[in-house]
C-alpha cells in the first residue's frame, strides 16, 4: 500500500542540544506543542499527547541520539490516521544554525486528516522554534482555540482574525 510522509525543515538559532531537549523532555514538549503533554522519552518507553479531554496520540519512542535523532511510532490506543506512523525529528549544524528535519511517516494514502495534520505540524515547529529562541513559546490557549484536532477542524469565526494577526507576526520573524 502506497504511504505519504509530512516533511518539514526549519532552522533553529539555538544549539543541537536545546533542540534534543525541547523534543525529548515532556515538560518542555508541553511549552511548544501541547500542555497535556506526559510520559517518559526512553527507548521502549510512551509519551501522550492530550489536548484537553482528547488523547490525540501515544508514541512509543524508539530511537534516541542525543543531539542528533528522536523518533517516535504511534501505538494503536488511540483511533485515529496516525496509527502506526512514525514521527522524526533529526537535528544538526549548518554554519551557525540548527537544521530540524521533521518528518511524519506512513501515513495511509487515504488519510483524512493528512492535510490537516501537516498544517498543524508546520504551526506547532514554529512554536518549538520560538519557545527555544525565546521562551516562552506560543501560547497554549490559541492553539486550542485552533481546533486543530476536532472533528470538524474549523476554528469558530470570530477567533480567525486573531489566529491570523499571531500566524502573520510568526511567519513576519522566521527564518524557515
Avoid at 528522536?70 to 485515529?80: D, E, F, L, M, Q
Avoid at 537535528?91 to 528535519?101: K, Y
Avoid at 504551526?123 to 472533528?151: A, G
Amino acid at each position: 500500500m502506497a504511504t505519504r510522509e509530512i516533511w518539514h525543515e526549519i532552522l533553529i538559532n539555538v544549539s543541537p542540544s536545546a533542540v534534543y531537549e525541547a523534543v525529548t523532555d515532556a515538560k518542555k514538549l508541553a511549552h511548544w506543542w501541547t500542555t497535556g503533554a506526559r510520559g517518559e522519552s526512553a527507548i521502549g518507553k510512551h509519551l501522550e499527547f492530550w489536548f484537553g479531554e482528547f488523547r490525540a496520540a501515544e508514541m512509543e519512542v524508539t530511537v534516541l541520539k542525543p543531539h542528533e535523532l528522536v523518533r517516535w511510532h504511534v501505538t494503536p490506543k488511540v483511533a485515529s490516521d496516525w496509527v502506526d506512523t512514525e514521527v522524526e525529528f533529526k537535528i544538526f549544524r549548518v554554519n551557525e544554525q540548527t537544521v530540524l528535519h521533521f518528518r511524519h511517516s506512513n501515513w495511509h494514502e487515504d488519510a483524512k486528516m493528512f492535510p490537516h495534520c501537516s498544517l498543524g505540524w508546520a504551526i506547532f515547529l514554529l512554536s518549538l522554534k520560538e519557545f527555544v529562541e525565546t521562551e516562552p513559546s506560543l501560547s497554549d490557549e490559541w492553539l486550542q482555540d485552533l481546533h486543530l484536532w476536532s472533528v470538524a477542524g474549523r476554528p469558530h469565526a470570530s477567533s480567525l482574525d486573531h489566529h491570523k494577526n499571531v500566524l502573520d507576526d510568526v511567519f513576519r520573524g522566521s527564518t524557515c
